[in-house]
């Protein structure tokens, strides 16, 4: 019987299979020898072991067209990635590691700025509006006050949507005001420290409406941008990888060479300062790593 895979916990996976049914699998000993690890998003084989009891064998791994490390989900059509625009502030060079990570990956991002409540949409857009000369569709959203929740909707419809981002900015949030039948668990902020508490632990896919899906995901505090030379960072910049052999150097990282048109953009602001800073950042990351 087929089914996919919507958590995992502690070696066991829940299936959702054809029947409608929930099946509570072990996946057999021949994925533990080949280093194959079922994902959430995964669509399986299962063998019933215990009809009454909803227990099974996953037997299979049906073809990916995609995985993703962090947070390790399988066939994604697009990833939104959640960040507060307030509480916790927003760090965007974790952002930007992020983007650079989906890029590589070639998994479409929206990205969505949650709790607009709390500061006031002009500031919101002041803060933000780097990234809207990015490339990347940007939405403002309040899961607290149900803002801007449709626009939201409307990009989920027909996909499976992974949810990331930072601990604490509202991603079961989201969901709940999505699909309050959902009930993910979702954590206080602590006044103090202003981080939330990890109250997401298992990746789990939820059952929007037919054919749409969402990836509740636990928060990240840290993302590396490795597996790549620093010459490559530029592709995974939209906004820089236009520029693209159209300096006066062919070969130009838009870095210290002279006549870059990335420069020239970053001074008449057609290209975020903050994103191009994260992009020189990085790329000195990784030609620092190559040394060793
Ligand atoms: N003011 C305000 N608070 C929000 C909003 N969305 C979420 N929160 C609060 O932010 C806190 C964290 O929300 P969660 O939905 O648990 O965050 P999360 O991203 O799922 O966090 P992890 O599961 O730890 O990764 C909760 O106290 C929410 O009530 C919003 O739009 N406005
Ligand atoms: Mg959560
Ligand atoms: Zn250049």
Same mark, same amino acid.
């Given at each position: 019987m087929q089914g996919k895979i919507i958590k995992g916990i502690g070696g066991f996976y829940y299936v959702h299979a054809e029947?409608?049914?929930?099946?509570?699998?072990?996946?057999k000993g021949i994925f533990r020898n080949k280093k194959i690890k079922p994902l959430v998003g995964d669509n399986v084989i299962i063998e019933v072991l215990d009809e009454l009891n909803?227990?099974?064998?996953?037997?299979?791994?049906?073809?990916?067209?995609n995985a993703l490390i962090r947070p390790a989900v399988a066939n994604v059509d697009q990833t939104v990635v959640i960040f507060a625009v307030s509480a916790p502030e927003p760090n965007f060079n974790l952002l930007d590691r992020f983007l650079v990570n989906m890029e590589q990956a070639e998994v479409n991002t929206v990205i969505c700025f949650n709790k607009i409540d709390?500061?006031?949409?002009?500031?919101?857009?002041?803060?933000?509006?780097?990234?809207?000369?990015? !490339?990347?569709?940007?939405?403002?959203?309040?899961?607290?006050?149900n803002t801007?929740?449709?626009? +939201? /909707?409307? @990009?989920?419809? !027909?996909?499976?949507?992974?949810?990331?981002?930072?601990?604490?900015?509202?991603?079961?949030?989201? +969901? /709940?005001? @999505?699909?309050?039948?959902?009930?993910?668990?979702?954590?206080?902020?602590?006044?103090k420290i202003k981080r939330g508490k990890?109250?997401?632990r298992h990746s789990e896919l939820i059952c929007i409406y037919d054919d749409t899906y969402i990836m509740d995901t636990p928060g990240f505090s840290s993302l590396y941008v490795d597996a790549l030379d620093a010459d490559e960072l530029k592709d995974y910049f939209p906004e820089i990888a236009v520029y693209t052999g159209k300096c006066k150097f062919n070969m130009c990282n838009h870095i210290s060479e002279p006549g870059c048109l990335v420069k020239e953009a970053v001074q008449n602001g057609r290209i975020s300062r903050i994103r191009y800073d994260n992009y020189v950042m990085l790329y000195n990351n990784l030609k620092e790593k190559r040394k060793w």
């Open positions: 029947d409608g049914q929930e099946y509570e699998c072990r996946a909803n227990l099974g064998n996953i037997v299979e791994i049906l073809p990916r067209f709390l500061a006031g949409f002009d500031k919101c857009r002041e803060a933000c509006a780097s990234y809207e000369k990015s !490339g990347y569709k940007v939405l403002y959203i309040s899961a607290g006050t801007g929740i449709e626009n +939201l /909707n409307e @990009i989920l419809h !027909g996909k499976t949507t992974v949810f990331a981002g930072p601990s604490g900015v509202g991603k079961s949030s989201t +969901l /709940n005001a @999505i699909k309050p039948e959902a009930m993910a668990e979702t954590g206080n902020i602590s006044e990890h109250t997401t």
